[in-house]
Each structure stands twice: as C-alpha cells, then as structure tokens.
C-alpha cells in the first residue's frame, strides 16, 4: 500500500517564541528557535546514522545514543509489504567539531534540519549537542496506525536550539532511602529526555552511609541501612559512566557539618557526644582528616579525576544548630580557649572543609544558610544554592557569587501537593538583571529529597512535573505560559510512558498519586 501524501510543498513559518495560534513542535523541552512547514515525510524503521567527527574518542558514545533512538522510536513493527511515498527519511546526517570533556559550561548547542526530500541534517560544536540533537528527532517522529509508517509532520523543520542555563538537576537523595543501581540507571535514562543533565546525587546523611569509602571503609560498614544497601567503588564508577556517556554530570553532595551522624557510627571522636552527634566536631583534627581522606576518595586529589570527576562538589552546610558543640564540655572549652563563638565555629567549619575541596581542584557549592549567615565572607568561588526563601539568588549574584535557584515549596519534588504549573511559572532570575543572569546563575533543579520515595515510587514523584521545570531551564525566558505548555506536557507524560518511565497523571491534585478514573494518558 502506498500512504498518500497529505500536503504541498510550503514556505516555512519562522517561531521564535510560542504564542496562541503560533505553530509548536513535539519536543521537551521547547527549543530555542525553530521553523516549520507544511509537508509530511516518511520515516524507514531502517533509518542509519553517518557520523563525521575527527575525534573518535566520541564515538562509541554517538553510536550509543543511535541505538537509544532506534530502541526509542522504532516500536512497533512495519509490514514487510509497505512501500513509502516520496520524502522518505532512511539516513541521518551528523556532523560533530570535536569531543569536550563533561563539565560545567560545555558547548550543549545543536542545530537539526529535516529537508523537504527527507534528508536530515544534525551539526554541534560537541558530543553534548549532538545527543540532545538526536533526542529531539526522536520527538519528531510518530507512528501511523492507519498507515503502519513512521511520519514527521511539518517539514520542513530547522532548530536552532541551546539551553538558557548550564546546570539543570535532579536532586537524588539515596541517603534516607537506598536507590539500587539500577533504579539510578532508570532516572539517569528518563533525565535524557528532558535534557537535564545534572544528577545532584545526595549520596550521605545522618540517617545513612550507603558509600564504600577505599580509605574509610567502616563507614559503610557501620553506617548503610543494612550491608546489602551499599554502593561499592565499581558501582559509583558504573554510575557516573552511565550518566557521562549520556551527556550528564554527575555531583556528589557530602553534606558537613550538620547532617553527618551517619559518621558517628564508626568515628564518634569526630562528632560531640553519642547523645548529641551533630554537628561533626570543629575542636579536633581527626574530623578534617576523615574528610580529607573521602574526598580524596572521591575527587582523586585533582582537577577534572576521580569517581566524581565532576569539577564541582556540595559539601551542604545547611541546618547546623550549634547547640550541641555548647553542650559538649570539650568543644565548649576550645570555643573559650580560641574566643569563638558556634557560629564562629560553624563559619570556621565550612571555611576549613571547603579549603580541602580547594585543594583537590573543585568549586564547592553550599546550601543557602551559609550565605545567610556568612555572605561575603566566603570564598568568592563559592556557588550558593537557594532553598528556603526566593532571596537568595538576587543577594548571591548581587554580591558576585555564582548561585543556583531551587526553592523548596516550589521546586522541591517530595511536596506532593505543588503542582507542575506553579512549578512552571517560577523564574531564577527575578531580582536579577540580564548580565548577572547570563553569567552568575548557573541554573536550578528539581529536588527529590528520599524522606517518603524509594524504588517503588521515586520516578512517579519525579514525573511529570520534573519536566516543567527542565523546560523553565532550557528554552528561553519568555516561554512560560502555562495554557499553552499544559497539552504539550500531557503529551510528553505519554511518551515518557510509552518509553518505560512510570510518569504519574500529571492533573492529579497530588502528585504521584494513581489514575481517578479509566481514560487515556493525554489527558490525565
């Protein structure tokens, strides 16, 4: 049979920003620029991809991100007998300038035109770009049932696309409940989709150790939930290449001082007393040491190495109540002997901890509360992420400190009763003007803090409602009408379905929850 062809060649609409009536295309987040036309093309299940790149060493990750999109987009099976219409899509053109290593500030642009006569184009200045180009034709194409054959609508289409912030996380927390490997794989896989392309893994807290640390081993030993809820070093390494090999940064958080009670379990003479253990200590040099040797674990004592090879680490520094240090007759002394007040010492604390992440070739990130407390007597370097109040930012980049924007009680992903479309309408860079924006915001994320998620729920609390804030990050400032994106997210909430990722109705009251009643995924 042969599918007839739907429309005439047409001159193409120019959209720079979504309006009402204004033509859209099928992709998440919206790109940046784009045009379309009016012509259908057909897509062969057959379809290659030819590679031009110099740098082979990006290689073997572009042949990977072809397979996810034939594994993606290829669903159901074509009958041998159906012969395709002219416009038939069969090859993938992609040129890539070179490799760059994965780290804050890598070139994420890409440039995708799909011709009238079928053949498709894909240019990026690295890998990066060149993986989100290959996501975005993945949303392009769409299964006809009544002609059996893959189509693109709407060619021809050129996008001109990069994201509007470098730094676009999650928040995994596998601290107050352990996420398998597994189950990190599967959020690492659904960030893809959205072109996240932070996983801000909040790998240690009070309530759990879950790291095999090579030069403190008894941490994990004595600190994980139970000795099969543990990440080895070949797992994190597992992890981080997953994530790398996708395009996505991998932080690890080691949230001190407060927040560790998790160390006291194997090293109580770095925490104050067994009755009060936090925060870690600041009156002996076993707690620095300790420190030391983890990070050395994790950053590999340079620059740009290590498990974490990521150039930024969070090192937290949030929710420090004092009170035990003054409770403790020892640090109670050292605080008279040195003149000291707690919050001396809490600043004395982050201060120190920081100068061992310095000197191991990373910028360190830090909750809120120490800009609150101590502003501009920190190191420049630091970049300040803002979780409890929207006040943050502006005070931080007004300052000339770099920040990151992900406010509880709107960006907070374990609020099951903050809907995507409060989430949607949020702007990191009220307060702040053009030029502080585009240098010293960095971005925000969605936090999925493990209090009340495991593996039987995570990726449903994350789902949808991540993507309205992946969009907020990526397309451009103007494009936050809520009217409009709402049919194009139920949309997107179905691909992730279709795709194997168990995204929860998005117009549920509260998040997460199951269907209320029989009907399709578009919309619920």
Known sequence: MTPPLLSRFLPPIVCFALAAGAPSLPIWPLPAKFSVGETLLYVSPNTTFTLNCQD?????????????????VFT?????????????VFQVFVKVEGGAELQLGIDESYELTIQQNGEIYIAAPTQVGAIHAVESLSQLILFNFTSKAYIIENAPITIHDAPRFPHREILIDTARHFEPVRMLKRILTSMTYSKLNVMHWH????????????????????????KHERYSIEDVEDVVEYARMRGIRVVVEIDTPGHARSFCNSHPEICPSVACPEPLAPDTNATFEVLEGLFKDITGGKRG?????????HLGGDEVNTK??????????????NNMTGNDAYLYMVSRVQSIAH????????WEEIWDNFGTKLDKSTIIQQWKSTTAVPEAVNAGYRAIWSTDGLWYLDGLTVKWDKMYIQ???DGVDDHAC???????????????????????????????IAERLWSPREINDTILAKTRLLNFRCLLNHRGIPAAPLLNPKARSAPANPGSCYFQ
């Open 203 to 226: 790998l240690v807290d009070s309530q759990s150790f879950p790291f095999d640390s090579p030069t403190y081993p008894e941490l994990s030993e004595m600190g994980a939930f139970s």
């Open 438 to 468: 585009g240098n010293l915001v960095i971005g925000g994320g969605g936090e999925m803090w493990g209090e009340t998620a495991d593996a039987s729920d995570v990726l449903q609390t994350i789902w949808p409602r991540m993507a309205a």
């Open 305 to 313: 190495s290590g498990l974490f090879f990521d150039n930024m680490i």
């Open 324 to 337: 035990c240090w003054l409770q403790s007759p020892r640090i109670s002394d050292w605080l008279k002997e």
């Open 359 to 366: 000197s191991f070739g990373r910028d360190v990130v830090g």
């Open 427 to 429: 702007e990191p860079c």
């Open 56 to 72: 082979k060493s990006i290689e073997e990750d572009m042949q990977n991100s072809f397979a996810r999109f034939s594994e993606n």
């Open 76 to 88: 159901h099976r074509v009958p041998g007998d159906t012969v395709f219409a002219d416009g038939l």
